[in-house]
């Protein structure tokens, strides 16, 4: 239960105090997770997967049969080298997952910037800035 409680708050902490460190910001983490997802270890999946579904879970105990369903179809891992990708928290799993696809995947992954504000656009195919407007459409 104290697993499952652990993990549940490093994600929504992660979520409402999103900030800038000296490596690669919490922004551009997410993008790289979230729209270079095909680039996960086959583990890495895995232990995306578990941190979600106990996100959606959120404070369950060992009884809750919602938990159980989880476990058997796989989307809570008991693997232990799943479990050792994520033995420090969401923060450090999307930071080293997302500095690790962009490293080995430079071809591939991309950020896709306002040209005039050099902010992350929404989504990879996004041609107008969420933050001041400009669109850029072919």
Known sequence: NYVLNHATNHIQTRYLQA???SRMNFERERYIINYFGRFFTPNEYKAHRHLISLEKLGEVNENDNRLTAYKKMEWISSD???LELIKNG???FYSKTAER???ENKNSVFFNECPNYQKLARTPKARQCRHCGTKWFK
């Open 19 to 21: 900030k800038e460190t």
């Open 101 to 103: 696809i962009a490293s």
């Open 90 to 92: 969401s923060d450090e």
């Open 80 to 82: 232990p080298n799943v």
